[in-house]
């Protein structure tokens, strides 16, 4: 499990996801697309859950909200337990309850999670009023407080604003203050800058970083994104095939990897002032869901793979302070510390 923190009674845990299972059933066809991961998340830090695209982070997200779709996903194992209630049998009440209120979630396309019939404004009144309990008058002044908390001019015209009206970056704000406005103790951020360009990317990241310390709330950051991670996230945790492969403080890992998938994605950022031809790259693609290799997952794709790794699934233990990494070749990796390019 991640766990980093030098002082428990400043940075306490809210959220523990402990051997989550999530399993997915298509045409009769059965597999775990989450295989039992480990994450916790502490008040006023930054998790980052990354990965290919393919290998479970927004599963992962979802199943912690109990948002799976049905019928074809559905928790099959593990605990989510927040502030020490386990989440995967809380009552259908408890849930409508804990969504918004205790734990937000920020969605990957706004245009598609905002309802376009009803004012952004609307929108997010609606959830003081469900959760705080306050009249349609002080859940409007507390929506137009909220639109102008995450950086958008003119904050009583734009929430009378319908989502087209409004820009990418506008719509992700408007997204982010819905998620406040439960002043949840958790958010969860899948994607959260996703067809945006670089200079709105930063200013949503920005104000995500500036909220978490600002609120103390604990922040799981969904990315593919390795350099995004490594400048926003104080944890993370590194994602292949269903399964966390390492884990740990985001500069410890960055700075002397021991899996070599982290190795892998590390080499494929291209380097300031570093003339290179071709980048690095990993072979092959992330398997599919219904047909994984044997053994470690990565082992068709790793060029430090021996005959363990096809047979023997490696288990998670202690790489370091706070540190825990699966793989069988972890000593060799670390050592030699970079990726062998095929």
């Known amino acids: 499990m991640t766990s980093t923190s030098a002082n428990p009674a400043v940075d306490d845990a809210v959220l523990r996801v402990e051997d989550l299972v999530v399993e997915l059933e298509v045409e009769g066809r059965r597999t775990n697309v989450v295989d039992g991961i480990d994450l916790e998340l502490r008040r006023g830090r930054t998790l980052a859950l990354v990965g290919e695209s393919g290998c479970g982070k927004s599963m992962s997200a979802l199943a912690i909200l109990r948002l ?22 809380a009552p259908v009440r408890t849930m409508r309850r804990i969504r918004g209120r205790g734990i937000a ?35 409007w002044e507390r929506a137009v407080a909220l639109i ?16 087209h009206e409004m820009s990418g970056g506008m719509r992700q704000r408007v997204m982010i203050a819905m998620a406040l406005a439960g002043d949840p103790a958790v958010l969860l951020a899948d994607e959260p800058t996703t067809a945006l360009d670089v200079t709105t990317q930063r200013q949503i ?15 799981l950051l969904v990315t593919h994104d390795l350099a995004l991670a490594a400048q926003r996230a104080q944890e993370i945790a590194v994602m292949y095939a269903g399964r966390i492969v390492e884990s740990g403080p985001s500069d410890a890992v960055f700075r002397a990897p ?9 080499a494929c950022r291209p380097v300031l002032g570093k003339r290179q031809e071709r980048l690095p790259s990993i072979p092959g693609n992330v398997p599919d869901v219904f047909d994984r290799p044997s053994g470690c997952r990565f082992h068709p794709r790793c060029p430090y793979a021996v005959a363990r790794c096809h047979e023997e699934v490696p288990a998670a233990v202690e790489d370091g302070p706070g540190r825990m990494v699966a793989c069988h070749e972890r000593t060799t990796v670390r050592a030699r510390g970079e990726w ?3």
């Not at 990241?205 to 922040?219: F, G, N, S």
């Not at 021991?258 to 590390?266: A, I, N, Q, V």
């Open 148 to 163: 102008e908390e995450v950086g958008i001019d003119r904050p009583a015209d734009r929430a009378r604003q319908l989502p």
């Open 205 to 219: 990241l920005d104000l995500l970083d500036e909220l978490c310390a600002r609120r103390r709330m604990a922040v």
């Open 258 to 266: 021991s899996h070599p998938y982290t190795l892998g994605l590390l």
């Open 68 to 89: 799976l779709p049905r019928p074809a996903a559905r928790l099959a194992g593990g605990r989510v337990l927040f502030d020490g209630q386990d989440l995967t049998n």
């Open 340 to 342: 062998i390019d095929a």
């Open 105 to 139: 979630m920020v969605f990957q396309e706004p245009m598609t999670s905002l309802n376009p019939v009803f004012s952004c404004g609307e929108q997010i009144a609606e959830v003081r009023r469900l959760h705080a309990a306050e009249s349609r008058s002080k859940a």
